[in-house]
């Protein structure tokens, strides 16, 4: 029988999956992150690990799982959380459920965009404390979305084409993209333009953030880079914290060197920079992009089949550090 470790509750479809084809497995009984410490002794032992995103998996971790662990299948699209070459120096792999969160990642990042151009937050507020007195013709403007507005993608994959045909077909937006390929695809559906990120910054209304975490792209947007953007333009980020630096973030929005930001994601999650909370121009949610009841059942379907697949000898499809695996 496989000793299967599960880091946290994840929708019993997945769980399903593993009974049915394991018979049992053992998984965190409480709604919370695992701290290290509980973290290395529980997955002391395993043939395979589902993790979170919120477990950080290196080389210290990786030898508490031992020799015989083949698999730690990551519940995320994102795996940053882990050290794909130590994983693969011990002969682990690694996976991850991309492809299914992308129409909710997209739909989530065009609602902070809208939420945050019309106010509605800010709004919200201002009428749920009694304040407002009657229509003005000044009162609580926003910015305006439709009208041929430019949005800029950063880092052009699955979710950040699926915003940018979405606004240019629904708002009539206009499209630059920043990113190392030229998506062929994108620009013959929308006529997106590929600029360099300098560019992007200077003419877009609004910009939204779907790269990967990398060394290179951290803090990509950062005290320089809000000095580039327009004094309307609105960010959005649902890709990974550390991409934006934060603390600037908090003195741009202060300077309203930018309109507004909406943020799904954060630098030191579950942490928010010093002051950011305090902001009206911004909106700021609790990591919800792929917050729906079909999305997390099919990432819980893909994640329990990646590990069923590792057990059972064959390469798993999502398996992201194949490079670094010993031969």
């Given amino acids: 029988m496989a000793n299967i470790y599960v880091t946290r509750r994840i929708p019993e479809i997945g769980l399903k999956m593993l009974k049915d084809k394991f018979g049992s497995f053992d998984m965190n009984p409480d709604d919370r992150v695992l701290t ?16 979170l995103l919120t477990d950080p998996i290196d080389a210290v971790v990786l030898d508490a799982a031992g020799p015989q662990c083949k698999i730690f299948s990551n519940y995320a699209v994102g795996f940053n959380n882990i050290d794909l070459k130590a994983a693969g120096e011990r002969g682990v792999m690694v996976t991850n459920t991309p492809g299914v969160l992308t129409d909710a990642t997209a739909d989530l ?25 009657g229509w003005g013709p000044l009162l609580w403007l926003g910015q305006d979305i439709s009208g041929g507005k430019t949005l800029g993608i950063i880092g052009c ?18 499209i630059l993209y920043s990113d190392m390929n030229i998506n062929t695809q994108l620009e013959a559906e929308t006529g997106a333009k590929r600029v360099d990120l300098e560019t992007l910054l200077k003419e877009s209304d609004f910009v939204s953030v779907h790269v990967n975490l990398t060394p290179e792209t951290t803090h990509l947007i950062n005290a320089k880079t809000f000095e580039l953007m327009k004094p309307t333009s609105i960010l959005v980020n649902t890709s990974r914290g550390p991409v934006v630096d934060e603390n600037a973030l908090v003195d741009a929005l202060k300077a309203n ?16 920079a010093a002051g950011l909370a305090e902001l009206p121009n911004v909106i700021v949610a609790p990591h919800i992009a792929s917050a729906t009841p079909w999305t997390r059942d099919q990432m819980a379907i893909i994640a329990a089949q990646n590990l069923i697949d590792a057990l059972e000898g064959k390469e798993p499809q999502f398996l992201v550090n194949k490079e670094f695996l010993k031969s």
Wanted: proline share 1%.
């Fill in 109 to 133: 990042a065009i609602t902070l965009m809208v939420a945050c151009a019309r106010r509605l937050v800010e709004t919200d507020g201002y009428m749920r404390k009694g304040m407002y007195k």
């Fill in 157 to 174: 994959g699955r979710i950040g084409s699926n915003v940018a045909v979405k606004m240019n077909k629904g708002f009539g937006m206009k």
């Fill in 36 to 51: 290290r410490d509980e973290l290395l002794a529980q997955v002391k032992g395993r043939d395979a690990v589902m993790s």
């Fill in 257 to 272: 060197k930018i309109f507004a930001a909406g943020l799904d994601v954060y630098e030191k999650e579950p942490l928010m």
